[in-house]
Nanobody
Framework: QVQLVESGGGLVQAGGSLRLSCTASGLTVGDYAMGWFRQAPGQEREGVSCISWGGGSTHYADSVKGRFTISRDSAKNTLYLQMNSLKPEDTAMYYC???????????????????????WGQGTQVTVSS
């Protein structure tokens, strides 16, 4: 049984930092394309960042580029999202996701959409106060 368990969310002031973790069981993070998505109240879930199974390709949403960094530790079977310079508009529930392939059929990184995600975590709340 596959489980993705996120942690590291919390309340932080604008300009602060958080590091989210997603620990996997039942799958090896190095064998999957992995990503982070977020959903704010009343809004659709959106992709934040994703990384290819080999780690050679990464993608970031324009809204987080230069502030967030995705990485993974194969030894710990864990995916991370380092979030710096946080803004109130980053407030959302953050979800970890796994997919077999990094690219969609149209050639875009899978976190540009929600298609083909095999597994989702339960989410961790990030709240940024102004």
């Amino acid at each position: 049984q596959v489980q993705l368990v996120e942690s590291g969310g919390g309340l932080v002031q604008a300009g602060g930092s958080l590091r989210l973790s997603c620990t996997a069981s039942g799958l090896t993070v190095g064998d999957y394309a992995m990503g982070w998505f977020r959903q704010a109240p009343g809004q659709e879930r959106e992709g934040v960042s994703c990384i290819s199974w080999g780690g050679g390709s990464t993608h970031y949403a324009d809204s987080v580029k230069g502030r967030f960094t995705i990485s993974r530790d194969s030894a710990k079977n864990t995916l991370y999202l380092q979030m710096n310079s946080l803004k109130p508009e980053d407030t959302a529930m953050y979800y970890c996701a796994a997919r077999r392939t990094y690219y969609n059929d149209d050639g875009a990184p899978f976190c540009r959409g929600l298609v083909g995600v095999l597994y989702w975590g339960q989410g961790t709340q990030v709240t940024v106060s102004s």
